[in-house]
């Protein structure tokens, strides 16, 4: 996919759109736009068949506001420095809005991984990681890679076995890469965070009563109808904790289509069909759709684009009929469809905070590898001592007694799990509320996303100002 405009001037446009509603100064605005430090590498690696590549790769540390710095690393063919810095803001605004407390940064390396053994690709992981180690750009203090596009846990496992060969006696080297396994320090709940982040930010906006009825809907996620397009890591999730709360998944779409049913999809049962079939076509009871596309225009509540950037542009949103769209996958909306929506009274809740639960979840993961402890571990048997005791003074006191699911759901101490989506659970409604706050307090806003920057902008200035940078 080659960029048709520069990705890292379209965030500088939307910033510079937020930036007239905030009160700081011109020298200041443009000390948060810009990236504070580009880092460009090639290396050579020696490939499978004894031929010699030149890899070239990027890590792009956006904002020091706070350290450390904090952002995923990619590896596609499409890498380039535009898209890395462009990515690097992002995360400084996403982070900010979720108040977890790191600078943006972003790491690439331009390499199609589908085409590297994974002996190739360990190679190259490992190199990298000690090009960034050779200008302290890795580490628990100063910036904290964590996966993206064509990375995973396997990826982040090399990168900290690579840190802490070459920083021995480093207490908190654990601290230097985040979405690792939890047996090398990962934390329980990361893999489906952004998915239950996403589901707790339209949860939110759907109960907030005045959004609802501009919307025309009752409030609440119970029975509404929600499509959702990209069945993967988050796409699955999300369409997962929104049919658990009781709404109905209508359609589900993948590249190959997409199918609706208007009684409801089972999320997990379509999951097994494709794996089983390698299509979600010809799911029992449902109809096909022959292109992915369709399933963004059909009859619904929520749709949730959860799959690729900008699949709705200026051709298709006129035809969209949901009436709220939350932002899973990042940038899924052309400029021109954004400008569509506001027109139409559609609300977007943008990806920069409703897709932030991963980012969140990392951050709880590396408090837990500072503080050398799984969470839950020092309070759970306390919390269930302290239960049974309390749930036997009131069934002495009532004469009578509680049972099955009731009584475990009392008893129950934390776990690790519990702990990680209570906290996630609060940092998505928080940011929510303020956002929206945000939105209402200014008429001229134009829509959520900007509202979204207008708090990002302000609250990272306002760190600067406490740094003593800007008085
Ligand atoms: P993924 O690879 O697990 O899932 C993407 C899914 O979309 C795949 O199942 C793929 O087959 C499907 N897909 C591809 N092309 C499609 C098309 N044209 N139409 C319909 N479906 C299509 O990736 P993911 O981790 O779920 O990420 C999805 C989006 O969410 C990306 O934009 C990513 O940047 C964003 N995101 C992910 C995370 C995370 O924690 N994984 C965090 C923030 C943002």
Redesign the pocket.
Known sequence: MSHKYSFFGAVEKSFDKAARFTKWDKGILEQIRQCNAVYQIRFPIKRDDGTVEVIEAYRVQHSHHKTPCKGGIRFAAEVNQDEVMALAALMTYKCTIVDVPFGGAKGGIKIDPKKYSSYELEKITRRYTAELIRKNFIGPGTDVPAP??GTGEREMSWILDTYTAMHPGEIDAAGCVTGKPITQGGVRGRRE??GLGVFFGIREVCNMTDIMQKLGMETGVEGKNVIV???????YHSAKFFQDAGARIIAL???EGAIWRKEGLDVDAVFQHRKKTGSILNYPGATNFAK?GDALEMECDILIP????N?IDGQNAPHVKAKLIGE?????LSPEADEIFTQRGIIVVP?MYL?AG?VTVSYFEWLKNLSHVRYGRLEKRFTENMNTHILGQIEELSGKKVKGTARNMILHGPDEVDLVYSGLEETMINATREIMEVWKSNPDIPDMRTAAYVVAINKVATAYAQLGIFP
């Open positions: 993206d596009y965070a952004t397009q990209g069945l993967g890591n988050v796409g779409a993948e590249y992915t959860a799959a690729l950037e699949v899973a996958a990042n940038g899924p990806d897709n991963g």
